[in-house]
C-alpha cells in the first residue's frame, strides 16, 4: 500500500517557523517530482512548492517564494518543506503529494497524496 505521511505542522505565532516532513512508504518516489499544496477553509487546493526527482530544481508559489524551502532525501524516501516568516494566511492543512509532471500546479495532476497536516498561524 503506497502511503504518504505528513507530520510537523501545529501552531505557530506569525513570524515563526515549521519543517514539515512527508515520509513515503509502499515504494520509492526517488523518480518522481514531488509537491506541496495547502487549503484553507472555504477555499481550493493550491500550489505550494514542487522538487524535481533529483532535487536540482524547485519551483514556489509567488506566495511563498523567500520563505519557503522544499527539499528532498532520496535515500529516506522523504520531502521536506521549510517555512520561515510564517503570516497568518499561511494557515491551512498542507498535504504532500508525487507525481509525474514538474511543472503542473494542478492538483489534479498529481497522483499521490498525504492526508494533510494543520498549520495554523497566530497574529
Known amino acids: 500500500q503506497v502511503q504518504l505521511i505528513e507530520s510537523g505542522g501545529g501552531l505557530v505565532q506569525a513570524g515563526g517557523s515549521l519543517r514539515l516532513s512527508c515520509a513515503a512508504s509502499g515504494r520509492t518516489f526517488s523518480n518522481n517530482p514531488m509537491g506541496w499544496f495547502r487549503q484553507a477553509p472555504g477555499k481550493e487546493r493550491e500550489f505550494v512548492a514542487a522538487?524535481?526527482?533529483?532535487?536540482?530544481?524547485?519551483r514556489y508559489a509567488d506566495s511563498v517564494q523567500g520563505r519557503f524551502t522544499i527539499s528532498r532525501d532520496n535515500a529516506k524516501n522523504t520531502v521536506y518543506l521549510q517555512m520561515n516568516s510564517l503570516k497568518p494566511e499561511d494557515t491551512a492543512v498542507y498535504y504532500c503529494?508525487?507525481?509525474?509532471?514538474?511543472?503542473?500546479?494542478?492538483?489534479?495532476?498529481?497522483?499521490?497524496w498525504g492526508q494533510g497536516t494543520q498549520v495554523t498561524v497566530s497574529s
Open positions: 522538487i524535481s526527482w533529483g532535487g536540482g530544481r524547485m
Open positions: 503529494a508525487a507525481g509525474t509532471n514538474y511543472y503542473t500546479f494542478s492538483p489534479s495532476s498529481w497522483d499521490y
